[in-house]
Each structure stands twice: as structure tokens, then as C-alpha cells.
């Protein structure tokens, strides 16, 4: 580790000593870190941090509902770590009951969603979570467990506050939390953080405003600024439950923002400016954008022999996603038309059964290794739904790519890189084989594409440390230090009207009309005076 | 360097490959830079970095006025570099003179400065700054050397744009600029890098908000708020000239903060979050506080022997600055009397004679080893005026401090360090030998002075990237890409009223009062014509 104490020198008393050796031991010997993770997709990356954590001598215990059934990309805690599983009443069915329509409703709609689909994502994100909490319920209840966790002595809660059980429990146990995230719906993890975004030039999602690379227009802007305030509106209902919760059992009057806003000791996110647009950050905001990019490792044989058998044409990586696995027949047959009508061969995350007419070329796979197919010499394009994952492998390793995006955060992302110039763009909407084909084929043959990710790749790898030990060491800070009080802004202690300094203005605006109409009638008792004097003058003329 | 692309795997064509290896090449032949520095303290830093840069192969030019002497910490081009002299039409003697009455003015006022010492300092700061404009403009007209100049194919500028010089330069030679500061008066750093700092919680200097590590009480915001205000119009003042020539020279309407804010591709700034309250940042600045921290070199023999021999007591180390080198007999009387009456050696810089019954304990220097003797195991304590350089070495070698703040931000910087409890304070207006002994016995005896030093320091020292390696870093990026595009903000592209969405807010308000209004019409007019049935029907009865 950098920095360190230059012991010997500095003649420090013996309370001073005993004091910097409790805390060096400590860190040499290890700490103690509860992590309370968010399946899918969210723990693919969080993953590679906890094992390094167990592998750097940290105790982890990594809380986990028994409903995880453990395959990629669920829950299974690396090794070297403890996994405590706890109960609770809902079933994985009813969670995927939640979500699993969102599919069906991206490939049956046939066309861009509306107001009307906007509603209904936040009505089903909210059932998504609400599960959770009710699964949080269980274990916060758990007396059993919830004691052994409050004996543990962790010197941190490390998860992803798209949940908020690790939120609450950092609170209850007096644990700094470390959180690791891409964002929160509605910007919550902003105002959290007491981050400014200004609606002029900090585009929210679902505005189109990621599309141009130059500043928003007056419309644009118009629509940005329109969005948060919706947001602030959809935040009330998106997170009523949390707020609920973390009242109910922290028995306070709280919500979820200002809990994590005070517990979240560093916040480690999951983006940087190669694939966002520069916007401002709090001291406490650690951006490790690209942390999933990790060494490739060794493809299995069959897999090795499919891709480097693929001549000088090279290969296509194809995935949708970790929660999109199948797709209607004639979407499917869209894609083998097209995969059929280009020379390369395609590997392809897929859970469904293909056509038996389908080209040998297509080889598919219920998981893909995304990051080492793309490390492969010949991965000419990565054809995706634009996931922060995805985005960010294909980045690393310059991969230019087609992207179909389905919903959520991934119109944005999308919009993101084609706007740079190293992506094309297809919509599941109206796509058709020859929509397809010519969106790889641009990008396969157009060489600006390729030239423009190298050097975006470039940008993204030239960094002074990896993500990864960044988010190692923040950790480690927050364990060594009990927190990072240093970082923490007065903003925190201000109310709405406070921060943006309202009672300041009306005060220095009242002072300054006081003095203003003091000012008018001295003038015009003055001229009256003045007036009157001069008609008495006249009238003795 | 860290990253870096993975070549042979990412199978790239002809094109791609050469756009890469120029890159890297270029980055391994090493860049060229043009460095043009501010004298004085600020020099003293950034020399670290200029060093450095020589040291890893970069062609480096220092741009000097002739009129600087090279002693202390004036200019002298570290090994490596190439210096280019050139003619001013100023004398040492005119510079000096702008500034010389500053410290009589302190040491002989006698009380605590008012607006009209504010007002002076002003224009005293106008007058210093516009020696340098004066010196700016004959370099600018120098045809022969910038031509040379103009024909050097410099990769960066590196300057402290707290004079113009180096940003025109940039501006002329189309180079980005690095820039390397503390802060700008009036918050014009912030400003030009489109940082925001709501006044309600970023305490603006001379206002007083620093002395207090909570929240600001209503009156501090309030007094905060009219600072911000009345920088505004006090910036005007100060950088019309800069302006002015900014204007001229590059014949276009440009303001210095525009020029800035254009040209900054990375602001390093020298300072974190073990001083200053934690604030919003923006991704092109790179916090390197500390960067002045170098590793302790030996101290000269005689020095070395002073110091050893200080017994179990040790030494303090005493400096006022590198602008105060002199003050008035009665009182060096103060300070020697105190000396006498604590068992501690004492080095302090002063080039003025001490009278002949001057205790031996305490030795004279014209310039002082600041870091090396705060590194030595001895040193008990730092009596110092509060200047950042200073603060950054005491914190760096944990030795708490008695401050003595003289005039700039030094009042505030030693608020920042008192509220931190690693420092005692005495006023220069009413300091006495028992003030003076208090403060220096409460921080010599009292242990918890050095207990929190020892952990600001840990917590200052603990991370995950050296200062000076960070500054390397991110000069070496801006000449690898020719810039840091992808951390500009698109707020530049904004005017006041766009950026603050004062169009799009009276827009919103005008379609909400226009709604509002026809609502209210529709109303009347419905319960009119109800009214009106009303009375019909009741006529009609």
C-alpha cells in the first residue's frame, strides 16, 4: 500500500505509538467485512472485489437468501469466504413472477414503450423490491442470526444499496458502509451523496439527452429538467417501502436517502467518464468504471477450437444479458438470417432451442465467459442489449459493437456509445434481418468504428491503478479508519431550504428591499417636502 | 504506468495498430513540455513535478523573466530542464515594491484587518499581478522567442494560472494546459472549471466559516452568501487586466475565466480532505495536497548537530514564510523571550540580526530545510504563519502546530487546522510572550495535539497513489491524448442563464401558470354560468 506512516522518524510519544500500532495491526491482520449483495447481474462484479478481499486475509461473510439457486450469475461466494444463508418467505418463482414479463413485453410490444410502459416499469420494479423487503423482513427478524451478526465485530458493511438490507444492517451494527453500485433508480445515489447534477448539462435517463455528444438543447434541456422533477415524484413511490422499512426496524423517523447518505462511508461506482459524460463528484465517490474488465482466463477447449477456428472473418460475441435467455421464433430467425448472410461465426448466450435449420456457424451457450470471448484476438464485434457490463468488456478489450437495447438504463448506455462513434444501433422493436445485417455489416467494415474503441479503450485503460485495487484499497480506508469522516460534506446536516441557500436570499432580499423602499420614500417625502415648499413659495409670491 | 493496452490479443488491423503505436511511442520517446511557473512559493512545489518530468525523459522548457535572482525559493530550473530567459520591463525592485509594505502593514497595524485593509490588499494584489502582465506582454511581443516558441511542438503547457501568462501561451500554441495551484482568488478556479460550490456548505476565505467543523450556523451561510456575491465584483477588478490582455493578445472577446476553463484540460490542485472541508469536485481536477512532501533529504552538518543535540526536549521549527523574512525588534523580543522559558531548541528562518543577548538555543537561517527538519524525530512543534506548503509538511511528518496567520488565506488555513485540534493559534496584533508561551506550552504538553495530528497524518498519507506520482500521471496522460476531452463538461457550452436553467424553469412556470390560469377561467366561468341558471330558476319560482 502507498502512502504508510514513516514510523521511526517522527518520535511520537507512547499514547501516539500504541495508537498508530492498533491501527497498522489491524490492517495487517485483517478485517472484518459483512457483505450483503444483490443477485443477478449486480453481483458479477461485486464478486471479483469480495474475493479479493478474502484473498488480501479479510474475514467476509456474505449474506445470501436461500432461495439463490447459486448458477451464474447468482450468488456463490468465491472462496476463502463464509456464506451465511437465511430464510425467507418468498419463493425465486415469485421473484421471477415480478420480472419475468418484462421480456415478453420488449419482444411482443413491436413498438418504443410509452408513458403507459414507463408506469408499468416502475410498478414492476417495485414488486421486484418489495419481495426483497419482505425477504430483508425475514432476516432483521432472525434474532438468532441478527445476534451472531451484531457479535461479529465487522469493521464494515460492504453492498449495493439498489437493496436496502445492507443499508440497515451497517446502521444497526455501527459499521461504516462501503457501497458498490452503477447508480440508483431516480438519481437517489446523488442526492444521497449530496452530489450536485445540474438538470442543464447532467442528462437523467429516459430523455434522450445521451444521444449528442455537444450540450443538450433548449428542448433537451427542457425534458431534463422535466424529468427530475418527475423523478422526485416516482422516487416517492419507488422507494416508500425501504423508507418504511429502515423507519419500522431503526425505529426513527428516516428515509432510505437519508440512511444511506449518512452510512455510506465511500460509495464505489461503477462508471467512468470513457462511457458516461463528465458531471461532478463528491470526495467520497470512487469511480471504478470497468472494475468486471478482469484478466481473460483460458476458454474451455471446445469453446477455444469453436472461435480460433474462425479464420481471418473472426467471430461475433451475441448476448442479451443475464435476464433475457430466450426470444420469440421469428425474432430467433431474424437473427440466424442474418448471422447466415455474413462470414463470421457467432457464439451466443441462449437458453432456447435453435431451429435444426440453423447454420453450424451459431454455436450457443447457456453462460457465456463474455470477458475472455472479447480478449480473443478474433472477436471482431459484440453484439449486445447494452448492459453497464457489457459495455464496459467491450471497452476494455475495443470491441466495437451492435446494440439492441430492451430496457431500463440500456436505451441511455446505448445512445452513450453510439454517440461516440464505436457502436451501431438496432431496435428490437422493428428489427429485421436486413436492419441487422446492416448494422454489422458497418461495423465490421467500416473501419472508424474499430479505430474510434481503440482509442476510447485507451482513454478508459490509462489510469493511474486498476478499479479493482482502487475499490481494495477504499475498503480497506474505511476498515483501517472506521470510516472516512474526512470526506463526509456539511452538506449533510442541512435541510432542502438550507442547502440551496433559500433562507439566506430571502433574507439578504428582504434586507436589501427594505433598504430600497426606506430609500423611495425618503426620496419622495423629499419631494413632497420640496414640492410643497416651493407652492407655498408661490402661492405668497 | 498502470493499464495500458493489451496488444497482440485485441487483433486489430493495419490502421488501428498504427494509431496505437504512435500513441505509445510518443509516450515512450517522452513528450515535450513548456512550463511557465509563478515565483515564489508556488514555484517551490511545482518544481517537485518539473523535476520529475525532466527525470522520465521529457523535454522540458522553463520560462523565466530575467529579473528573477534564482535564490529561494525563486526559479532555478530543476536538472534536466532547458531555461529560456526573457528581458521584462520591469525591475526586481518594482515587483517587491507592490508587495513589500504587506508585511510592515501586519506587523505594525496592530489590530485585526478591516474592509479598508481588504480594499488595499486588493489593489495590492491588482498591483503585484499587473507588474506581471506588464512582464507577460513583453514576452508575448517577442517576436524571435515565440517563434522559437510556436515552433517547439509542445505537447502540454504546465502553469499555475494564477498569472495569465501560461494560458495565453496554451491559447497561441493550440496546447492543452495543465495547471498546478492551490486556488485562485475569488473561487476563480471553481468557476472556470465549472465546479460547483453552493455557498451553503463550501465556506468562501475571510468569512470566518472555516473555524467551525459543523455545519454553518445560519449567520456564517449568510455572511458566505454575501462573500460569494461580493467576489463576483471584486473578480472584476482583479482580473480585468488579465483580461484585457487576454483580449488583445488573442484578439478575440475572452474573458481569463473562459480562457481557463477552455484550456484547463487537468487541474491539479494542491490540497484533500485531511485540509480543507470536504466539496464537490469535477473529473479533470486531481487532488496531489501533500505533493510538496518530498522524501526527507539530509540536513546540512552543522544543522544535523543543532537538532541532535536537542535532548529529550527537542527543537521547534519556526517560519513565517517565504514573503516575511524580517520583523520588528520588539517583536522578535516576544518571540525570544518566549524561547527562553520552554526547554526547546529552536530553528527559525529570519535574515534580519538578532540582538547580541539572543538565547545560543536559538539558531538563525536565511532559508530553512522546512520538510527535512519536520521529518527529523525531534522536531516537537511547528510555529508557522499558515501557509499551505507549511500546513502539508507539518501534517505529512505529524508535528502539531502554533500559528501565527499573517494576511491571504492564511487565517483561514490555520482556522481549518485549529478546528482539527492539531494546532494553537496566536493573533500578530495583540501577541504577547505569555500568549505565545500558552499556546506553545498547550500544544508541546498537551498530548492530544499530537494524537490527532498522528491521525490526520495517517489518514492524509493513506492513499492508494502517491501526490507527485498522480501529478506525473496526469501530465503524461494530457500529452499521450493530446488533452483529457472526455473529462470536459458539456457546462462549458452553457451560458449563466442556460447553465443555472433559469430558461427552462420560466418556461415550466409559464406553461404551469398558463394551465393554471385557464383552469381558474374555466372554473369562473362554469360557476358563473351556475350561478346564473340559479337565479333564472329562482326567478322563474
Redesign the interface.
Known sequence: ??????G??????P??WL??AT?LLGAALGGKVLVVPVDGSHWLSMRLLVRELAARGHDVVVLVPETSDGSPPSFRAPAGCETELYPVSYTQKDLDGTLGNITDDVFLRGRAPGVADAYANVRRLVAFTSVHVTGCESLLRNGELMGRLRRGGYDAVLTDPFLPCGAILAETLDAPAVFFLRGLPCGLDEAAAQ??A????VPRFYVGANADA???T?TQ??R???MY?ADAAICRVAYARFDALASAYLETDVTYQELIGRRGAVWLMRYD??FL????????MVLIGGVNCAE?APLAADLQEFVDGSGDD?FIVFTLGSMVDKMPADLTKVFLDAFRKIPQRVVWRYTGILPDDAPEKVKTMKWLPQNDLL??????LFLTHGGSHGIYEGIC??VPMVMMPLFGDQPDNVDLMVSRGVAARVSVFDVTTEKLLEALNKVLND?SY??KM??L???H??????PL??AV??TE?VM??KGAD??????H??NLI????L???C??AAILMTISFLALKCCLFCTRKCGMRVTVKKKKE
Open positions: 500500500m502507498a502512502g504508510g506512516v514513516r521511526p522518524q517522527l518520535g511520537l510519544g499514547v501516539v495508537c498508530l491501527l452530489c450536485p445540474p438538470p442543464s448539462y455537444a450540450a443538450m433548449f434541456r427542457l431534463n429538467a422535466a422533477a467518464f470513457a459524460r463528465p458531471k461532478p463528484q463528491m470526495p467520497n481473460p473472426g480478449a480473443h484476438p478474433k472477436a471482431k478489450n475495443a473501419t474499430k479505430e481503440v482509442k479503450s485507451a482513454v485503460l490509462d489510469r493511474p491503478i486498476k485495487d482502487l484499497f477504499w480506508f483501517r479508519h474526512h470526506l463526509r460534506p456539511a452538506a446536516d442541512l438550507q442547502y440551496h441557500s433562507d439566506t436570499i433574507f439578504l
